[in-house]
């Protein structure tokens, strides 16, 4: 390529009679022009540090009662609660499409839900019976289910309550039996999202004790309190009946080394891969974790996340497209071996293109 045409001549040759004094160019511009690297689209593709792969997104359902039914969320434009059937049918899609694997949530009956979560142990209950569908019509996709009591609670909270507090050890004796029943339905990775301490370790033994050896967990272990999480709860159902917040479980989203303490204990009591959540605002959570301990390091990109996206691109203030392939980039850039993501299988679909 020819140098610009206006370019002052006088200019260009100072600079070689510079650089010729000390017999190399000098460090900077402009022997150094980062723009070189970016000017063609070849070249661009060559030097791109970060690449995203449809193996690389796992799609969250929600599962709700019935047949042929589907309940939109108000708050998630496009994302939608999914009878079994219609589960199974988006779980042949994804699986049709490469992704991985599926998370899957229920929205449990009120009429079934407790102050003792007593449906979360019911090996019959909605979630358990939708791996089992599943499991069945797409063996070949992986099943992740949430261990955690908050769609079963009647107080919205993901533990047990005993005088108005959280209740860890109550709590974590719900959560193996929980655990134990997804297992025996069929459902390839448990990952508990309660934050209760010491829950990995009882639920890797009670596991292995069981002989579902095989069985992965994914940890959220650095799960913050936050408030990116509203529109999940609509889905769910929790959100409403939320009493108070989550602060004495989830941690405090000011603390950053907190993270790779709860990481460290989680690895030790045999979870193998671990989960921070949620995804663009917690990127230096990520990037800590994968740099301290290098094991499979998913990030969430939660529901507010999500709903941010879709509530600018519907007012036509943000590129959709664009922000969506932005933000998940940034999450591997990040160092994120995958991502949890409302947009999966329609970023799959554009990555199939
Ligand atoms: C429940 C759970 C939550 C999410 C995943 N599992 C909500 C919460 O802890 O209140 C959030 C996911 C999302 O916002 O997309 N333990």
């Known amino acids: ?45 060559l030097i791109r540090g970060t690449q995203l792969t449809i193996d690389d997104l796992i799609w969250p359902l929600f599962i709700v009662e019935g047949e042929r039914t589907r309940l939109p969320v108000a708050s998630m434009p496009g994302v939608d609660r999914l009878s079994i059937d219609l589960a199974v049918k988006a779980a042949e899609e994804a699986a049709e499409l490469g992704l991985p694997a599926i998370a899957l949530f229920p929205n449990t009956d009120s009429a079934l839900r ?109 799960k913050y309190a936050s408030a990116f999480y509203g529109p999940f709860r609509d889905a769910v159902g929790s959100g ?45 959570v990520v990037w800590r974790v994968k740099e301290a301990f290098r094991l499979p390091t998913f990030v969430y990109q939660v529901s507010g996340e999500y709903s941010m996206i879709m509530a600018a691109a519907e007012r036509g203030w943000l590129d959709k497209d664009r922000v969506i392939m932005e933000s998940l980039i940034a999450c591997k850039r990040a160092g994120a071996d995958a991502i949890f993501t409302y947009f999966a299988r329609d970023v799959a679909k554009r990555l199939k293109a």
């Not at 599943?134 to 908050?150: F, N, R, S, T």
């Not at 934050?195 to 959220?220: P, V």
Request: with cysteine.
């Open 1 to 45: 390529m020819a140098f610009p045409k206006g370019k002052p001549v006088s200019l260009r040759t100072e600079r070689v009679k510079r650089a010729g004094k000390t017999g190399s160019a000098r460090p900077g511009y402009p022997a150094t022009r980062l723009r070189r690297n970016r000017r063609t689209d070849w070249s661009r593709r």
């Open 114 to 222: 407790d102050e003792q979560a007593s449906e979360a142990i019911n090996p019959g209950n909605l979630v358990c019976r939708a791996v089992r569908a599943i499991k069945k019509e797409v063996p070949q996709i992986g099943i992740i289910c949430d261990v955690a009591l908050d769609p079963y609670t009647s107080h919205g909270h993901d533990g047990l309550m005993t005088d108005g507090e959280i209740d860890n050890d109550r709590t974590i004796e719900m959560l193996i039996a929980q655990a134990l029943v997804q297992a025996e339905a069929g459902c390839d990775i448990l990952a508990p999202s309660d934050m209760m301490d010491g829950r990995i370790g009882a639920i890797r033994m009670a596991l292995e004790e069981n002989g579902f050896t095989s069985t992965q967990i994914l940890s959220y272990a650095a």
């Open 240 to 284: 409403a009946r939320l009493s108070g917040d989550k602060l004495s479980y989830q941690m405090d989203p000011a603390n950053g080394s907190e993270a790779l303490r709860e990481v460290a204990l989680d690895i030790a009591e045999g979870a193998d891969m671990v989960m921070v959540k949620p995804g663009l605002a917690y990127l230096d």
